[in-house]
């Protein structure tokens, strides 16, 4: 972040300097929410949650060295030398000082959200914009009410366009963070099941998604999802220029000649500027959505097709999703552990089913926030891997004993249900054999990456 200064953050959160600090040209060098990590001279953010209040924490962040802080309440009494300001909630005034921070920097930015591969679609879009820009893109799971406001925080003059990702589990939340980030281009991947429980249909999760549109500047460009049914039926409404992106007839940019090879996919992308021969090294007839939406980003913003078929050949996906790793004795490891919804299940089925190894298995773990449903989709998870031609199906989970269920039903020949991760151990080591594909998933809560390890401990590098 570049330096603020106390008058400066007063003002832009409309809070109030409590005790005898005075010295509203003091500098600001940063903001952490953190009282373990804090920095000298940084501001610290009290956040509050369920079961912990970071006011509690105030003065260990004040003795670690920040210059000051906000507060929700007035103080028993007052460090000297730091500065304390008075604000109604912390978490508000964090996203009222990024806005206020992303004004200091007009800059392109683009603002990436979804039910899936929000992710994959912010790492692509910036591959691209990077082989021309110097790109801020989100980091890590820096996409939440906390997190996004602070990935804001880290624009500085160097950055000449930003790749900004919002996640959601409310509805609500869009609005919130786009208020933050004001952007210039809004990707809508697609609308799935993934929070149904909060939101209670797909419909509703569509509303909460396009409220980034209340915030997108009117010369603003929307990117959606052209064969996504929910998205292609919004694509007409929007008071913006409107991208689509897809195999349909209708898209903008047109995905043709799809063909998957281990480990890559190519296919030509049909643009309003003429064909584009894209290679993405990444698995999945999925893929053509976020190299899609990156060459439309890239042309709207004067790449050449040069740079952004380069742009893509050089993206790589992130840790836990779908990275695949390659053991000894053919065997591969179909790391997609970070998260999983319905779709995203689909879609890795299809990738494992697209291995060319002979025997293809799949550990599945419980997909969360769906709610009622969750029965009926955790089963039809295990129908497709039927349909997919899975030869082992491990279902690690209560909710995953749907999938097992439906897996059985649908001819899987080998299922195992599996409560724990501790009891899924011994049926891989007795199930993995050579020349496999082993795919590992399941939401976060699951923390699947731990099979992921031992997979590898039992395997050899290639």
């Known amino acids: 972040m570049e330096q603020l200064t106390v008058g400066e953050v007063v003002r832009a959160v409309g809070g109030t300097l409590l005790g005898a600090f005075t010295d509203e040209n003091a500098p600001v060098d940063g903001v952490g929410t953190d009282?373990?990590?804090?920095?000298?001279?940084?501001?610290?953010?009290?956040?509050?949650?369920?079961?912990?209040?970071?006011?509690?924490?105030?003065?260990?962040?004040?003795?670690?060295?920040?210059?000051?802080?906000?507060?929700?309440?007035?103080?028993?009494s007052y460090l000297p030398g730091k500065f304390y300001i008075k604000v109604a909630s912390p978490l508000r005034a964090l996203r009222d000082l990024a806005a206020y921070y992303r004004t200091k920097f007009p800059i392109p930015l683009i603002g990436v959200t979804g039910s899936v591969g929000k992710t994959t679609t912010k790492d692509m879009v910036a591959a691209v914009l990077s082989t021309k820009y110097k790109v801020l893109k989100t980091e890590g799971n820096l996409n939440s009410r906390e997190g996004m406001p602070l990935m804001l925080l880290r624009l500085d003059r160097s950055h000449e366009i930003a790749v900004i990702e919002m996640g959601m589990s409310q509805a609500g939340e869009i609005e919130y963070l786009a208020r933050a980030a004001c952007p210039d281009m809004a990707i809508i991947t697609n609308i799935g099941d993934a929070h149904i429980e909060n939101l209670g249909s797909r419909e509703n999760i569509l509303k909460a998604k396009c409220e980034i549109f209340r915030y997108?500047?009117?010369?603003?460009?929307?990117?959606?999802?052209?064969?996504?049914?929910?998205?292609?039926?919004v694509a007409g409404t929007l008071p913006f220029e409107t991208l689509t992106c897809g195999e349909g007839e209708n898209c903008s940019f047109r995905a043709r000649d799809i063909r998957g090879g281990e480990g890559v996919l190519e296919f030509t992308a049909h643009t309003p500027e003429g064909p584009l021969a894209l290679s993405v090294p990444a698995p999945g007839r999925h893929m053509i959505?976020?190299?899609?939406?990156?060459?439309?980003?890239?042309?709207?913003?004067?790449?050449?097709?040069?740079?952004?078929?380069?742009?893509?050949?050089?993206?790589?996906?992130?840790k836990m999703r779908m990275n695949v790793l390659r053991r000894g004795n053919n065997i591969a490891i179909l790391d997609d552990a970070y998260n999983a919804n319905p779709q995203s299940m689909r879609a890795a089925l299809g990738v494992l089913s697209d291995s060319r190894s002979s025997y293809k298995m799949a550990v599945l773990g419980d997909m969360f926030e769906l709610g009622s449903l969750a029965p009926m989709l955790h089963a039809g998870v295990g129908e497709y891997a039927g349909r997919c031609g899975v030869d082992c199906l491990v279902a690690v989970g209560e909710l995953a004993v749907h999938i097992a269920d439906a897996a059985e039903r649908a001819g899987v020949p080998a299922v195992f249900r599996c409560p724990d991760k501790g009891s899924a151990i011994p049926v891989l080591k007795q199930q993995l054999r050579p020349d496999c594909a082993v795919l590992v998933k399941a939401s976060r809560g699951m923390a699947m990456e731990e099979l992921v390890d031992y997979l590898k401990q039992i395997t050899t590098e290639e």
């Open 35 to 76: 009282s373990r990590t804090i920095r000298p001279g940084e501001l610290f953010v009290p956040l509050t949650g369920e079961r912990f209040d970071g006011h509690a924490y105030i003065n260990k962040a004040l003795e670690q060295g920040a210059a000051g802080c906000f507060t929700a309440r007035e103080r028993e």
């Open 216 to 233: 997108l500047k009117l010369e603003g460009v929307a990117v959606l999802d052209g064969d996504d049914e929910l998205l292609a039926d």
């Open 289 to 318: 959505y976020p190299a899609l939406f990156a060459a439309a980003v890239g042309r709207r913003f004067g790449l050449t097709p040069e740079q952004i078929c380069a742009g893509i050949a050089q993206f790589r996906p992130t």
